[in-house]
C-alpha cells in the first residue's frame, strides 16, 4: 500500500508515457512537463498508451520511489486525446488503485496462474 501524506498533491500526466523509463527519466518528465521538483514530496502519476499499466514516482527522506501497476485484464479509463496534467484528489486516487472503479467492468474477473515457476 501506497502511504501518501495529507499535505502532498498528486498529479496525473495524461499523455501515455514510455514505460521503460525509470526514475530518472521521470524525474526529467516531472520537471519539464509537469513544470514540478521531483524531490517536492509530492506524487507523480504516469500511464501507457494502452492503459492497463501505471507508475507513481515519489520521493520522501532522501530516497525515490518507484511503483508500477500493470492490469492483468482491462485497462484504465483515461480522456481520450487528453492533454497536460491534472491533481488528483485523495479519493479519485483512492477510486484509481481500487481498479473496479476506474477500470472497465467486463475485466473484473480474478486472475489465476499455474506453471510459472
Not at 502511504?3 to 498533491?9: A, G, K, M, Y
Not at 500526466?13 to 513544470?35: A, F, H, Q, W, Y
Not at 485497462?75 to 496534467?85: H, L, M, Q, S
Request: aromatic residues 14%; positive net charge.
Amino acid at each position: 500500500m501506497l502511504v501518501i501524506p495529507d499535505d502532498s498533491s498528486i498529479y496525473l500526466r495524461l499523455e501515455p508515457t514510455d514505460m521503460r523509463k525509470s526514475i530518472n527519466g521521470l524525474s526529467i518528465l516531472v520537471v519539464e512537463l509537469v513544470k514540478q521538483n521531483p524531490q517536492s514530496g509530492h506524487l507523480f502519476l504516469f500511464r501507457n498508451r494502452k492503459g492497463d499499466k501505471m507508475k507513481a514516482l515519489y520521493y520522501e527522506q532522501n530516497c525515490f520511489t518507484l511503483w508500477y501497476r500493470r492490469l492483468e485484464k482491462g485497462k484504465y479509463i483515461f480522456p481520450r486525446n487528453a492533454e497536460g496534467v491534472i491533481e488528483l484528489d485523495k479519493e479519485h486516487f483512492a477510486w484509481l488503485l481500487a481498479s473496479d472503479k476506474y477500470a472497465r467492468w467486463d475485466a473484473l474477473q480474478q486472475q489465476t496462474y499455474e506453471n510459472y515457476f
